[in-house]
T-cell receptor, first 114, second 110 residues
């Protein structure tokens, strides 16, 4: 398996624009996580899915953020409208089960909002 | 919810010496404690983990200890090498979510 695949690797956008980040989890994994990494706040859990269903989105910072998982092999994180403070590295991770197992991370998407 | 504190935020050790990173957690229901290593430009990668029914686990130069009573767990790296330079994250999990500490940037000095 190629691992967790995220796209794009880098995204530069202007404030106010819509941004969509994409993730393909490892085949057969039931859980999917979206994290945001910044120097100040470290790795923050934004939302996670189990069997394509959102379980906990309490980490989503604002209504401008939304995430979907239409099927077991694809998830998106959307920011609309984007703001400069959204600049960060966004990671997607997948795991074979709901808890107590390794989470496999993608390479991340570095988002810069100017 | 779970809160994971990690110290120190930066650590410099001489090559060949040992490095210790410490974490505390708040939720007594947490029972899985993984450690991740993140190299520049990459996603975090699991290096070792420990479950609550075990007090210590070792894998070559890396060891983890867990004190459930005190809600402490630690990572020990012995005989450090240049390739150990990276950011290390501790995490705690017990109810689906994996909550991370803020990370320790480890520098191995020549």
């Amino acid at each position: 398996d190629a691992g967790v695949i995220q796209s794009p690797r880098h995204e530069v956008t202007e404030m106010g624009q819509e941004v969509t980040l994409r993730c393909k989890p490892i085949s057969g994994h039931n859980s999917l996580f979206w994290y945001r990494q910044t120097m100040m706040r470290g790795l923050e859990l934004l939302i996670y899915f189990n069997n394509n269903v959102p379980i906990d989105d309490s980490g989503m910072p604002e209504d401008r953020f939304s995430a979907k998982m239409p099927n077991a092999s694809f998830s998106t994180l959307k920011i609309q409208p984007s703001e400069p403070r959204d600049s960060a590295v966004y990671f997607c991770a997948s795991s074979p089960s709901r808890s107590e197992t390794e989470a496999f991370f993608g390479q991340g998407t570095r988002l810069t909002v100017v | 919810g779970e809160n994971v504190e990690q110290h120190p935020s930066t650590l410099s050790v001489q090559e060949g010496d040992s490095a210790v990173i410490k974490c505390t957690y708040s939720d007594s229901a947490s029972n899985y404690f993984p450690w991740y290593k993140q190299e520049l430009g990459k996603g975090p990668q699991l290096i070792i983990d420990i479950r609550s029914n075990v007090g210590e686990k070792k894998d070559q130069r890396i060891a983890v200890t867990l004190n459930k009573t005190a809600k402490h767990f630690s990572l020990h790296i012995t005989e450090t090498q240049p390739e150990d330079s990276a950011v290390y994250f501790c995490a705690a999990s017990g109810n689906d979510k994996i909550i991370f500490g803020k990370g320790t940037r480890l520098h191995i000095l020549p």
